[in-house]
């Protein structure tokens, strides 16, 4: 073996330790911010804001943020979207800045402890002071988002075309065990909180406070793992929106990749709404008490772990593309079943809850593996912050027209049946969508199976 073949196999066997050390790192994210999205957006902000929400409403059971007449049980929902809309107008910033720079660390910093610092003020929370949660809420929320524009954007570099799906899935699965973790902790002192001298209130917000500490602890360890790279020249220098309306002209070159952010953009509002707004129809609609609700969101997570490592096992054999398109399905079945749950029936949300949990993290995991294939070399920010519009870009839709619907109908249940269309409208969208074509397109080598 000669001497240039040595030291090619040995640079080639660095790069991939070199690889391995980064994702290991990348993992921790998705370990860091998921307790954020478990603890506080789907456990115990809906329904705590919700009732602060309500100490603060009139006789008529509203209340007037900025003037404007709010039903105090839609306030969560309409919060919600709001902090999307602001997420959107955010994210092309920090894209752009992100690729133009090449440091996405000290980006994906200040966004993780943006958030977290607003998720530890959630502590303040009590009596009616429902504005200040909004305005906490918004904050975080917008965070996280401009967060994961980075974080996901690593992905095309950290992980070769076939390792993507595996890295991805990985990722997924490490959040929602350190969700289940730390829901483990909440529900002992939720449970136990008169024997550690707290009302439930008080639990609450500890509750609350502690995943933004857990998130900025956790976001320390792939800070000091992944590395900046230099960034490419690029043809667009635009900044913020002007550097979006680049990447969507861009994007017109790659009318493939840009049919599946709409396919996506669909599909993941329904999961977006659902993961927001299921506490609220748990407590609301069918009267289950916090601690259920706790142990229903556990079971997700626990679920979520098996499942988004068993569909990322089904993409290697059948494709990520015909998975996700499975899993739609599932989507689908699930929440129209959700809509003929019993009120005051725990065995029954909890089966729902495991339905949830068996696609949740597959589709989402997947859904990121396929976009970086369709990703042209050197604008992986760019692109990613285009996919995290599509991730939040129409998300604010659904939690509005949940919100609208209970304010219309007074009923929860109405509202949650809605959310099926967004699952049958992805489900042709993204069939639609030739992924092969797509790759080629971008200049990617195309995976065996995709």
Not at 298 to 315: E, F, K, S, T, W
Not at 407 to 414: H, I, K, M, P
Not at 415 to 432: D, H, N, T
Request: glycine share 10%; proline share 4%.
């Amino acid at each position: 073996m000669g001497s240039d073949t040595v030291r090619a196999e040995r640079t080639a066997d660095g790069e991939a330790a070199g690889r391995r050390r980064e994702q290991r790192g990348w993992y921790f994210y998705d370990w860091a911010c998921s307790v954020y999205s478990t603890s506080v957006l789907t456990v115990f902000l809906g329904p705590y804001l919700t009732e602060i929400a309500k100490a603060a409403a009139d006789a008529d059971g509203y209340v007037h943020p900025l003037g404007v007449p709010v039903s105090a049980g839609s306030f969560f929902a309409y919060t919600v979207s709001a902090s999307v809309l602001v997420s959107i107008f955010v994210m092309p910033l920090a894209g752009a800045a992100a690729d133009r720079s090449g440091r996405k660390k000290p980006l994906l910093a200040a966004a993780a402890y943006l958030g977290a610092g607003a998720t530890a003020g959630m502590f303040f929370l009590d009596g009616d002071r429902y504005l200040l949660g909004g305005f906490l809420l918004i904050v975080a929320n917008a965070s996280l988002a401009v967060s994961m524009v980075l974080y996901n954007s690593y992905l095309p570099q950290i992980a070769t075309p076939e390792e993507r799906d595996a890295v991805s899935s990985r990722g997924w699965a490490f959040g929602y065990a350190a969700g289940a973790l730390v829901l483990v902790a909440n529900l002992v002192l939720f449970l136990a909180h008169d024997t550690f001298g707290v009302s439930e209130a008080t639990a609450v917000r500890i509750c609350l406070a502690s995943a933004g500490v857990w998130w900025g602890a956790f976001t320390l360890v792939p800070l000091r793992r992944l590395r900046d790279r230099k960034a490419p020249p690029s043809e667009t220098a635009g900044r913020g929106w002007r550097q979006l309306a680049s990447t969507v002209r861009d994007m017109r070159r790659h009318p493939h990749t840009l049919a599946f952010l709409l396919a996506y953009l669909v599909y993941n509002d329904g999961v977006q709404t659902v993961i927001s707004q299921a506490s609220v129809y748990g407590s609301e609609e069918l009267g289950l008490g916090q601690s259920t609700l706790i142990v229903a969101v556990l079971l997700v997570q626990l679920l979520a772990v098996a499942g988004a490592l068993g569909m990322g096992r089904l993409a290697r054999t059948y494709g990520a593309k015909r998975t996700i398109l499975g899993s739609l399905v599932a989507w689908t079945v699930t929440i129209g079943a959700g809509y003929f749950l019993p009120s005051g029936a725990p065995v029954w949300f909890f089966v729902l809850a495991a339905g949830i949990g068996l696609v949740l993290g597959g589709t989402q995991a997947l859904s990121r593996s396929l976009f970086s294939h369709l990703v042209p070399a050197g604008k992986e920010a760019e692109y990613f912050s285009a996919y995290e519009i599509s991730d939040r870009g129409m998300a604010w839709l659904g939690p509005l027209v949940f919100g609208l619907t209970f304010q219309l109908t007074g009923s929860y249940r109405d509202a949650i049946i809605s959310l099926v269309a967004f699952f049958v409208i992805g489900f042709v969208l993204l069939a639609r969508v030739p992924v092969r074509r797509a790759v080629r397109d971008a200049g990617n080598p195309v995976p065996d199976r995709i």
